[in-house]
């Protein structure tokens, strides 16, 4: 085992006339504010519209290390990327040098920007340079990140990142240490969100390349594309999540560029799913809904809770192609679930989605389980009177009955 891995930085290489007057002055304007809320951050005016990844990698790299981590983060928030970027892997990429700069207690200042990419990279981090002795550690840290209990379950997510990367992407070794961090708060989540961590990790292979290209062969078979969760060394409690976290590799086994996946290829995919039953099988359709959610914004995680009717129509045509009843509705509903991100998220977006959803449906699937996320996720009651209020008629009224009276 090596307590000094690579960071994700070294592994770039992934109408009539007053029409048109009050149009053109609403652009302007938007174009002023736009400008003026963005005139300190001087480096935005500095990106290149055709900027690869490894450009982006560098930029930010250089805007962390000057004006320190927090700076740059603020920058990748507003800062206009080209289509497809990854830009939670570039969050990682701040996280590292924040990581650096603030030790440990730069886990205060990571909220759920990017996915959670900057709690990910601390507890990484922390687990690279300490060891196993800091899982105890790095529990604390994971209920210090700023957020509700989406932040901390998604905090030993990222964990399973680092697991894998420390135990030299020997998946065996790192599922059992995952569970040594055991199964706390959050309904006992902990050990089980470390472990699909471990499984993101297996198919990017972001921080440690040429590790992870010597061991990736070893873990996935064509010959059986629900490797390595069907595998023995997978605890039966973990297997659902490793068959949520498993979908890109279903697109790689069905002959998609994971860049740009087509629809003719999720179809197919699909179908390696159809073998499994009960909850297994649930977790395999449910895991395409998140891909789908990421893929309908061109990767843009920043802009998810403002999915348009397009983007959102887009995602249920996508889980349409699933060939099972089951499977579409578990994958709609994953793709709600990964809209509002553990609460985390605006959730108008995700009431939206709801409508689009249960009129293709022709039930209330979606509905019911926005009413389940937000009980577990959503406690302050002005979020759920706020949820309640962007919803009309007899939904609003269903709304307020559901969660308003559960506090």
């Given at each position: 085992?090596?307590?000094?891995?690579?960071?994700a930085?070294?592994?770039?290489?992934?109408?009539?006339?007053s029409?048109?007057?009050?149009?053109?002055?609403?652009?302007l304007?938007?174009?002023?504010?736009?400008q003026?809320?963005?005139?300190?951050?001087?480096?935005?005016?500095?990106?290149k519209p055709?900027?690869?990844?490894?450009?982006?990698?560098?930029?930010?790299?250089?805007?962390?290390?000057?004006?320190?981590a927090?700076y740059?983060?603020?920058?990748?928030?507003?800062a206009?990327?080209?289509?497809?970027?990854?830009?939670?892997?570039?969050?990682?990429?701040?996280?590292?040098?924040?990581?650096?700069?603030?030790?440990?207690?730069?886990?205060?200042?990571?909220?759920?920007?990017?996915?959670?990419?900057?709690?990910?990279?601390?507890?990484?981090?922390?687990?690279?340079?300490?060891?196993?002795?800091?899982?105890?550690?790095?529990?604390?840290l994971?209920?210090?990140a700023?957020?509700?209990?989406g932040?901390?379950?998604?905090?030993?997510?990222?964990?399973?990142?680092?697991?894998?990367?420390?135990?030299?992407?020997?998946?065996?070794?790192?599922?059992?240490?995952?569970?040594?961090?055991?199964?706390?708060?959050?309904?006992?989540r902990?050990?089980?969100?470390?472990?699909?961590?471990?499984?993101?990790?297996?198919i990017?292979?972001?921080?440690?390349?040429?590790?992870?290209?010597?061991?990736?062969?070893?873990?996935?078979?064509?010959?059986?594309?629900?490797?390595p969760?069907?595998?023995?060394?997978?605890?039966g409690?973990?297997?659902?999540?490793?068959?949520?976290y498993?979908?890109?590799?279903?697109?790689?086994?069905?002959?998609?560029d994971?860049?740009?996946?087509?629809?003719?290829?999720?179809?197919e995919?699909?179908?390696?799913?159809?073998?499994?039953t009960?909850?297994?099988?649930?977790?395999?359709?449910?895991?395409?809904?998140?891909?789908?959610?990421?893929l309908?914004?061109?990767r843009?995680?920043?802009?998810?809770?403002?999915?348009?009717?397009?983007?959102?129509?887009?995602?249920?045509?996508?889980?349409?192609?699933?060939?099972?009843?089951?499977?579409?509705?578990?994958?709609?509903l994953?793709?709600?679930?990964?809209?509002?991100?553990?609460?985390?998220?605006?959730?108008?977006?995700?009431?939206?989605?709801?409508?689009?959803?249960?009129?293709?449906?022709?039930?209330?699937?979606?509905?019911?389980?926005?009413?389940?996320?937000?009980?577990?996720?959503?406690?302050?009651?002005s979020?759920?009177?706020?949820i309640?209020?962007?919803?009309?008629?007899?939904?609003?009224k269903?709304?307020?009955?559901?969660?308003?009276?559960?506090?």
């Amino acid at each position: 085992m090596r307590k000094h891995i690579k960071s994700a930085w070294h592994r770039v290489g992934w109408l009539g006339l007053s029409i048109i007057f009050l149009t053109s002055s609403c652009f302007l304007m938007g174009m002023y504010l736009f400008q003026s809320s963005n005139a300190s951050y001087e480096e935005i005016s500095q990106i290149k519209p055709d900027a690869s990844f490894k450009d982006l990698s560098v930029f930010f790299a250089n805007v962390a290390n000057k004006k320190g981590a927090p700076y740059a983060f603020e920058v990748l928030k507003r800062a206009p990327l080209p289509a497809g970027i990854d830009v939670h892997l570039l969050g990682h990429i701040v996280g590292d040098i924040l990581y650096k700069q603030q030790g440990a207690k730069g886990i205060l200042i990571c909220d759920q920007d990017f996915r959670n990419a900057c709690s990910h990279t601390i507890v990484i981090g922390t687990l690279l340079e300490k060891g196993p002795d800091s899982l105890a550690e790095i529990a604390e840290l994971c209920k210090q990140a700023p957020g509700g209990t989406g932040a901390y379950t998604m905090c030993f997510h990222g964990l399973g990142h680092g697991v894998l990367a420390f135990n030299d992407y020997e998946l065996p070794l790192a599922v059992k240490m995952c569970e040594k961090v055991g199964f706390g708060g959050a309904n006992g989540r902990e050990a089980i969100e470390c472990v699909g961590g471990t499984i993101m990790e297996m198919i990017a292979g972001v921080h440690d390349r040429e590790m992870w290209q010597e061991k990736v062969k070893k873990y996935f078979k064509k010959s059986d594309p629900l490797f390595p969760c069907d595998a023995s060394f997978m605890p039966g409690s973990m297997r659902g999540m490793c068959y949520t976290y498993l979908t890109p590799h279903l697109f790689q086994t069905a002959g998609a560029d994971l860049g740009y996946p087509l629809p003719s290829q999720y179809k197919e995919a699909f179908t390696y799913c159809e073998p499994l039953t009960g909850e297994d099988r649930k977790a395999c359709f449910a895991g395409f809904g998140k891909e789908f959610i990421v893929l309908a914004q061109n990767r843009d995680i920043r802009k998810i809770d403002q999915m348009n009717t397009a983007q959102a129509t887009n995602v249920l045509d996508w889980c349409y192609l699933a060939g099972p009843a089951d499977g579409k509705k578990h994958c709609i509903l994953s793709a709600l679930g990964s809209m509002l991100w553990g609460g985390e998220n605006d959730p108008k977006a995700a009431v939206h989605f709801c409508e689009l959803a249960d009129k293709r449906m022709k039930n209330s699937d979606c509905l019911n389980e926005l009413f389940s996320e937000v009980k577990f996720y959503i406690q302050d009651a002005s979020r759920r009177e706020y949820i309640c209020n962007s919803m009309e008629g007899d939904r609003k009224k269903l709304c307020q009955q559901k969660i308003l009276s559960v506090q």
